[in-house]
């Protein structure tokens, strides 16, 4: 099945550095989600790219669906304390609608 | 509702019993999910229905699992027989169109299972 591989697997950085992180796939997507994931809720959508190329932005945070279609990146400048979290991609698996692969998580850890 | 509400938010059974596991999705949203995460680990697929059919169960790990939407509103998880392994959060999501992607995920249940 598919597969997203995301990296690095966790982070830790000062407040106000910018952050990279990435996703690669096994196969083509036509849809990257970035969520963030806090301790003890669900995932909350960030970005949604739906063209190769696309650099869109979400305040402080964003994101590019790579030209191969297999691969992309989340950017966060400056980062605060409140960005701690885990950070996912995800996209369409297979022929449903429904059914989303996520990546394994980037961690991320600010400290003041 | 405003978000997608998941009940309880937290729970505890004995290995061999069976549990149900609630899922309110957002006002007028179509399309539901279920995903189940286990510790250090992104939210895995088991099952996402159109209205009130399943429109793909393929996640579903075995026979144990069951879940219905009757009025295509809210969604039960069942799971039967309960084994440790099945400790994981359990993630109700909805879109509010099946060809929609980006979903919207509830707070999730904490299952364990002793």
């Known amino acids: 099945g598919q597969q997203l591989n995301q990296s690095p697997q966790s982070m830790f950085i000062q407040e106000g550095e910018d952050v990279s992180m990435n996703c690669t796939s096994s196969?083509?997507?036509?849809?990257w989600l970035w969520y963030k994931q806090e301790p003890g809720e669900g995932p909350v959508l960030l970005i949604a790219?739906?063209?190769?190329?696309e650099l869109t932005s979400n305040g402080r945070l964003t994101a590019q669906f790579g030209i191969t279609r297999k691969d992309s990146f989340l950017n966060i400048s400056a980062s605060i304390p409140s960005d701690v979290g885990i950070y996912f991609c995800a996209g369409p698996g297979g022929t449903s609608y429904g059914k989303l692969t996520f990546g394994q998580g980037t961690i991320l850890t600010v400290h003041p | 509702g405003a978000g997608v509400s998941q009940t309880p938010s937290n729970k505890v059974t004995e290995k061999g019993k069976y549990v149900e596991l609630r899922c309110d999705p957002i006002?007028?949203?179509?399309?539901l999910y279920w995903y189940r995460q286990s510790l250090g680990q992104g939210p895995e697929f088991l099952i996402y229905?159109?209205?009130?059919?399943?429109?793909?169960d393929s996640g579903l790990p075995n026979d144990r699992f069951f879940a219905v939407r009757p009025e295509g509103s809210v969604s039960t998880l069942k799971i039967q027989r309960t084994e440790r392994g099945d400790s994981a959060v359990y993630l109700c999501?909805?879109?509010?169109?099946?060809?929609?992607?980006?979903?919207?995920f509830g707070q999730g249940t904490r299952l364990t299972v002793v």
């Open positions: 790219l739906y063209k190769a190329g």
């Open positions: 229905f159109q209205g009130t059919g399943a429109a793909d």
């Open positions: 006002s007028g949203h179509t399309a």
């Open positions: 999501a909805s879109s509010s169109t099946p060809g929609n992607t980006e979903a919207f």
């Open positions: 196969s083509i997507f036509n849809t």
